[in-house]
């Protein structure tokens, strides 16, 4: 018996696997991250894939699949991330910290579903049905295609959703699903393993679409959600200020889409509700004539978003200037200011820099490098950009603006805001195909932008 067991340490975060404790994870660079687990090798498991009858070849022409196969979310901000909509048997990672929405989203998903005469299975290891009743009242009204399920044990889940055959399942969550057969305790890296496994053969086999909630976890011995990230079909994960009210579901792998598109939400009262133009919303609240501020705009999949970029530099009283960045990548705005300090002779040597993206949003694109050059420039020189200005365009080493995609669909979205002027580089002249109705300013170098600030 003995024999089939042995000892081994898995990274929590990203399930790296050693034979030997080790401080720092080699795959994900975690600290301190290494727990050890008891595995029982896969002989000892009864049933499994062994049982199954092997498969033969199928022609790929015969193989019939439709778009319409794809069911809609009733949410559509979430088809859009999911690529269009729920494809049956597919199994969808829902992560995120946690009080952030994910079992309201979920929840929501299910009402939707079951309304439109869908059978759902919601199973719950964490509320009892009571609660789950309770926070269903504030959402609205539910049919009884809903069923609720309070378990967390693997094999008596997979007996009920062979039986009842369910359309969606929801699975929250799965740190606390277990399997006896694995023998370590629910969270850890073998159960959650192995849990999503069962699950998995379970989408494929029955054609249910499971949905899988995973929390995001700072601390303790409880896995994350990144160590089932390659086992599943879509992951999503659910982001946002627990302070501020609006939420980003953001696919980060999709096997039926497009990644890095992303939907925004806003908690309300009654639950989540969709923000259908996040420009617009993320934009309220700008200061009017003020410097250092200046719209720039990001394509997060297949949508442009606009964002305010705020900069404020200042006089430094240290020997080393201080410079902070939110919502943006740190090392990518010292170079940027680096930049304008050879390029565009602005001295910004001695100078405290703080670079915000308003909002709260991240972006990572090097298409807002012009609008952090612009912000910073504006800030260092005290004039203001006027509110009508758009900008967009990737920033090189010698100052050059380089092209950056979509610049069609990024014009159209300044004009549909109302803006009438777009700052963005002469290389894409011949990539805008409707220029007309909005003012177009083509700058070749980061000196001729700054240049325009003036006028
Ligand atoms: P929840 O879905 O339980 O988070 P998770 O499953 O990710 O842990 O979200 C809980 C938070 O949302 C909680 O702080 C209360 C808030 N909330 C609202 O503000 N309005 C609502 O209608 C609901 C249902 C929850
Ligand atoms: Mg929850």
């Known amino acids: 018996m003995l024999k089939n067991k042995k000892t081994v340490f898995f990274c929590k975060e990203c399930?790296?696997?050693?034979?030997?404790w080790m401080g720092q994870c080699p795959g994900c660079k975690a600290w301190n991250s290494f727990t050890e687990e008891t595995v029982v090798q896969p002989k000892a498991h009864s049933g499994g894939s062994t049982l199954r009858p092997a498969q033969e070849p199928v022609i790929l022409n015969k193989v019939s699949f439709s778009e319409e196969m794809r069911r809609t979310s009733g949410i559509g901000e979430l088809d859009r991330v999911l690529g269009g909509g729920i494809v049956p048997g597919s199994l969808v990672l829902v992560g995120g910290d946690p009080g952030i929405g994910k079992s309201t989203l979920l929840l929501q998903v299910c009402r939707n579903l079951a309304a439109s005469d869908v059978s759902v299975l919601y199973i719950s290891g964490e509320e009892s049905v009571r609660q789950i009743r309770m926070r269903a009242d504030r959402i609205g009204t539910f049919t009884d295609r809903m069923e609720l399920l309070c378990e967390t044990n693997?094999?008596?889940?997979?007996?009920?959703?062979e039986k009842k055959k369910p359309q969606i399942v929801v699975i929250d969550s799965i740190q606390t699903m277990y399997d006896e057969e694995v023998g370590t305790a629910p969270g850890s890296v073998s159960q959650v393993r192995e849990s999503t496994n069962v699950l998995m053969q379970l989408a494929k086999g029955l054609g249910v679409m499971i949905f899988i909630v995973g929390h995001v976890t700072k601390e303790g011995n409880v896995a994350g959600p990144r160590v089932l990230e390659h086992m599943v079909d879509t992951v999503l994960?659910?982001?946002g200020d627990r302070y501020a009210s609006y939420r980003i579901l953001r696919s980060v792998k999709n096997r039926f889409g497009s990644t890095n598109e992303i939907g925004v939400f806003e908690m309300g009262n009654e639950g989540l509700s969709e923000?259908?133009?996040?420009?617009?919303?993320?934009?309220?609240?700008?200061?009017e004539n003020a410097s250092g501020s200046v719209v720039a705009c990001s394509m997060n999949g297949t949508r442009p978003i606009l964002v305010e970029i705020q900069a404020l530099v200042c006089q430094s009283n240290l020997g080393i200037p201080r410079r902070t960045t939110v919502g943006t990548d740190f090392n990518r705005v010292n170079l940027l200011m680096a930049v304008l300090e050879r390029k565009a002779g602005l001295a910004l040597g001695s100078s405290d820099a703080y670079v915000n993206i308003a909002g709260g949003m991240k972006m990572s694109e090097p298409a807002i490098d012009l609008g952090i050059c612009l912000a910073i420039a504006s800030s260092y020189r005290d004039i203001v950009i006027p509110d009508s200005v758009m900008v967009f365009g990737e920033v090189g080493l010698s100052g050059e603006i380089r092209a950056v995609g979509m610049a069609d669909q990024r014009v159209s979205e300044a004009r549909k805001l109302g803006f009438s002027t777009v700052i963005l580089p002469e290389v894409c002249r011949s990539s805008v195909k409707h220029p007309?109705?909005?003012r177009l300013e083509y700058v070749s170098h980061i000196r001729d932008a700054i240049r325009l600030l003036r006028n």
């Open 15 to 20: 399930g790296y696997e050693s034979s030997k």
């Open 237 to 239: 994960y659910f982001e």
């Open 154 to 161: 693997l094999q008596s889940i997979r007996g009920i959703i």
């Open 436 to 438: 007309e109705g909005i």
């Open 275 to 287: 923000v259908a133009n996040p420009s617009e919303y993320l934009l309220s609240g700008r200061p």
